[in-house]
């Protein structure tokens, strides 16, 4: 269910739309995700490394669901500030602590819109020597020119609105959503 509007007045000044991918939908996409995982991954360390901010509930509900090993660390970078567009301009703010040389690198994503922040990130991920980088994006828009590494694991094909919660903010409000929605 919608919050109600006179909650969505306090949120910036912005309302939701529509819900595009309700509880049950993600719930179920992340189980089929976590199988997905456990059976690409039958032998080595396994990192499994969330995009901070916007893959942390994405990345609770999905690891656990993968069934072997692994490492949780998160990486910290930043692109959009408080626009709906993505400016390029990604900012490394945290650098994960683990060891992932020699180690599987699975890059958790909540979106791929232009690509822009995962191009980034990939480069500087490889030069850690890595035994593989992949990537995990519960959303992807398909309207990226370029990537460095497409992803290899794609949770729901988005419509190339502006979406929010489950992790995905508007200038940091609309996080704690259950469900995704648009903004109108
Ligand atoms: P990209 O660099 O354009 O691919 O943008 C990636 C980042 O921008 C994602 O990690 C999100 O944090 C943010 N982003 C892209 N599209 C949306 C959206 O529709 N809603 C909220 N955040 C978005
Ligand atoms: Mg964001």
């Excluded at 035994?131 to 309207?143: D, N, Y």
């Amino acid at each position: 269910m919608l919050p109600s509007t006179a909650q969505l007045r306090q949120t910036g000044g912005r309302e939701l739309k529509r819900i595009v991918f309700d509880e049950e939908t993600i719930a179920e996409r992340v189980r089929e995700l976590g199988r997905e995982i456990t059976a690409a991954y039958p032998d080595g360390d396994l990192v499994v490394l969330g995009l901070l901010k916007g893959s942390f509930i994405f990345l609770s509900d999905l690891v656990r669901r993968i069934e072997r090993p692994l490492q949780v660390d998160f990486i910290v970078a930043s692109s959009y500030g408080e626009g709906t567009v993505s400016s390029g301009n990604v900012r490394l703010v945290y650098d994960p602590e683990t060891e992932l040389a020699g180690k599987h690198i699975l890059l958790v994503e909540d979106i791929i819109d232009t690509g822009k922040t995962l191009n980034k990130l990939v480069t500087l991920l490889r030069q850690r020597r890595p035994r593989s980088l992949e990537i995990c994006a519960l959303l992807h828009k398909h309207v990226a020119n370029y990537l460095e590494l497409e992803a290899k694991i794609v949770g729901l094909d988005a419509p190339t609105l502006f979406l929010v919660g489950y992790g995905l903010d508007h200038a940091e409000n609309f996080r704690h959503l259950p469900y995704i929605a648009s903004l109108t």
